[in-house]
C-alpha cells in the first residue's frame, strides 16, 4: 500500500521562496502537508496547516532528507538506509545516482546502484518506492503500510485507539517547533496546549511582619 501523498511528497519543489511572502526574510518552502497534498510551503504558511500532518524537509549536502522520527509516524521506511546528520537519524526523499560506485563498496541500490555503507536494499524513499513498483506481484515484504499491535495494517501512527476518530489528527509537532522556535511568523493561540496564564504569585509570610499593637488596659486594683 502506497499512501496518496507520498509521490506529491516526492516530486514537490523545495527551498524556493514562497511565491505568497516574496518580502518576507526565511521564506523557503520547506514543509509538505500530508493532508492537503498539494506543494511545498513555507513556515508562514504554517497557520493554515494548524490541524494537519506536516512535515519538515530538510537539506544535506544539496539532497532533500526527513527526520526519521518524523516520517516513520505515517510510513515504514525499513530497507531504506539511514544516515545520521547532526545527531539526527534521517532518510533521503529520492535517489542519488553515482556514476560508478567507490571501491570497497558491498551493498548497493537495488534501484539507482548507488553505494550504501549498511547492508539495506534502497538509498531513499523514492528508491523504495520504484523498487515496489518495479516488483509489485514479486516482493510482498516491501510495504510502505505500518502495522498496530495486533499486526492489522494502518494508515498512519495517529490511527491508534486513544483517538476518537482517526481523520482527527493532534496537532503536528511540526508546528508546535515553529511556535516554540518562535520561527515562521507570529502565532496566535495557545503553544501546543502549554498554560499561557501567568503563574499565581507565592503567598507572603506575615511571620515577621510587624504588627500594630493594641491599646494597653489597666490592671484592676
Known amino acids: 500500500m502506497v499512501p496518496p501523498w507520498l509521490k ?8 524556493v521562496s514562497c511565491s ?14 500530508l493532508d492537503c497534498m498539494e506543494n511545498a510551503f513555507c513556515s508562514y504558511c504554517l497557520i493554515h496547516h494548524r490541524d494537519h500532518r506536516v512535515l519538515q524537509i530538510r537539506r544535506s549536502s544539496y539532497h ?7 516520517i516513520q509516524r505515517h510510513i515504514d521506511i525499513s530497507s531504506i538506509q539511514t544516515y545520521v546528520i547532526n545527531s539526527a537519524k534521517i532518510v533521503f526523499l529520492n535517489e542519488r545516482p553515482q556514476p560508478r ?14 553505494g550504501l555503507p549498511d547492508c539495506f536494499r534502497f538509498c531513499s524513499i523514492g528508491c523504495k518506492l520504484n523498487g ?9 515484504e516491501l510495504t510502505f503500510s505500518l502495522k498496530g499491535k ?9 490511527d491508534f485507539d486513544e483517538f476518537s476518530t482517526p481523520k ?15 520561527s515562521g511568523g507570529s502565532f496566535s493561540g495557545d503553544e501546543g496546549g502549554r498554560c499561557l496564564s501567568p503563574p499565581t504569585p507565592p503567598l507572603s ?17
Open 101 to 114: 560506485p567507490g571501491k570497497g563498496i558491498t551493498y548497493t541500490c537495488e534501484v539507482c546502484a548507488r
Open 8 to 15: 506529491p511528497m516526492l516530486k514537490a519543489d523545495y527551498f
Open 205 to 221: 509570610s506575615h511571620r515577621n511582619s510587624s504588627r500594630r499593637k493594641g491599646i494597653p488596659h489597666r490592671s484592676p486594683f
Open 20 to 33: 505568497f511572502h516574496l518580502d518576507l526574510s526565511k521564506n523557503e518552502c520547506n514543509f509538505f502537508c
Open 168 to 182: 482527527k489528527f493532534p496537532r503536528s509537532t511540526v508546528f508546535n517547533r515553529v511556535l516554540d522556535d518562535g
Open 132 to 140: 515496489m513498483m518495479a516488483g509489485e506481484d514479486d516482493d510482498t
Open 64 to 70: 532533500d532528507v526527513v527526520r526519521v522520527n518524523e
Open 150 to 158: 495486533n499486526g492489522k495494517e494502518m494508515e498512519d501512527a495517529y
